[in-house]
């Protein structure tokens, strides 16, 4: 008896690794056209707020103690590799958004200019970020690259309805030699984002 595969849950990005975890619960993630299961998103706590924040702390000194020129050299990396899989990030956006294809192509180029150009922010050490439905992967880039450019790190919690994008992204730190821990993504709704609150002393950008 052959049955159809369920969507699979998307991992979380700790450490710079993919890390799966079991959660209470899991939200369906669906092309808002279509109305299709795309994928699911574990509905975290505390715990992986915790555990990605630890990993993050852990980082942080030395990348801190890297020249801004070196930062800046990693970040455009991640431009140039994500100028590279353009149409496939353009594709994640539409599929979980339902914005035009042109739209999402505007996101994508303008996450890469700011990769590519990044300047340093205000905030430092480790620094939350939750990313909103709109501008799945420009809003909380936009947060984040300022803090990395400045010798932070982050943990973002991409928002649960359009998380693709964002883990994606965080593929391609990992091959573009992005340290572990520096880039960390959380899953989840409003526990994930309290307990990244608490874990991270209160530093949280919201998208």
């Not at 030395?62 to 594709?91: E, I, K, N, S, V």
């Not at 599929?95 to 990769?115: F, N, P, S, Y």
Request: proline share 6%.
């Amino acid at each position: 008896m052959l049955q159809a595969e369920e969507p699979l849950a998307i991992p979380l990005w700790i450490n710079g690794h993919a890390y799966l975890t079991m959660t209470p619960g899991f939200l369906d993630v669906r092309n808002p056209l279509g109305g299709d299961v795309l994928r699911r998103t574990p509905l975290c706590g505390p715990g992986e707020a915790r555990q990605a924040v630890a990993a993050a702390q852990a980082a942080l000194s030395a990348w801190a103690a890297q020249p801004g020129t070196a930062r800046a050299t990693l970040l455009a990396a991640a431009g140039d590799a994500l100028a590279g899989y353009a149409d496939h990030f353009a594709r994640l956006i539409v599929e979980e958004t339902g914005v035009e294809r042109h739209l999402a192509d505007d996101e994508v180029a303008a996450a890469v200019v700011l990769l590519r150009t990044a300047t340093a922010g205000d905030a430092s050490g480790v620094v939350g970020v939750v990313g909103a439905a709109g501008a799945a992967l420009y809003a909380p880039l936009s947060l984040a690259v300022p803090v990395l450019s400045a010798g932070g790190v982050v943990v973002i919690r991409p928002h649960p309805a359009a998380p693709a994008a964002l883990f994606a992204l965080a593929e391609l730190t990992g091959r573009c030699g992005f340290p572990g821990g520096v880039f960390n993504i959380l899953h989840g709704g409003d526990e994930a984002m309290n307990g990244l609150r608490e874990a991270t002393g209160g530093k949280l950008l919201c998208a």
